[in-house]
């Protein structure tokens, strides 16, 4: 790939607004916004801090079960890159209030013809 085609100026703030639009909505527990923003297709992976989901299916009952108490937390080394016109990769740590554990995430990003959509994603913390 042409370097030149690497975080062209439009696409790239697509994919901010799509990956800021996820954390508004992760934060505030909103399991619509965060359902429409993974590709529905039980090949989309989520590896989370204590579970493994396989599936849209699988991630959507994760949602409904989560706890939607403590949920803020502070974005710290932000990286979105974007890959032509429909590829991007999403990178952050987190920081959640009452803890000193530094959580990441990662996720890969495709935009469909419904948008901008997670196809793979993965939390994790240090310990």
Do not use: C
């Not at 803020?72 to 990769?89: C, E, K, S």
């Amino acid at each position: 790939m042409k370097t030149e085609h690497i975080d062209r100026p439009a696409i790239l703030a697509e994919m901010n607004a799509a990956f800021y639009r996820y954390e508004q909505a992760l934060i505030t527990n909103d399991t619509d916004v965060l359902d429409e923003l993974f590709w529905h297709d039980p090949r989309t992976v989520r590896y989370g801090a204590g579970e493994n989901l396989y599936g849209i299916e699988a991630i959507r009952a994760f949602r409904s079960a989560r706890s939607s108490q403590g949920l803020n937390r502070d974005l710290v080394n932000t990286t979105i890159t974007t890959f032509g016109d429909d590829m991007a990769v999403a990178s952050t740590e987190f920081r959640r209030e009452g803890t000193d554990k530094i959580g990441r995430q990662q996720q890969t990003w495709v935009k469909m013809a419904s948008g901008w959509k997670i196809v793979a994603a993965h939390v994790s913390l240090m310990i």
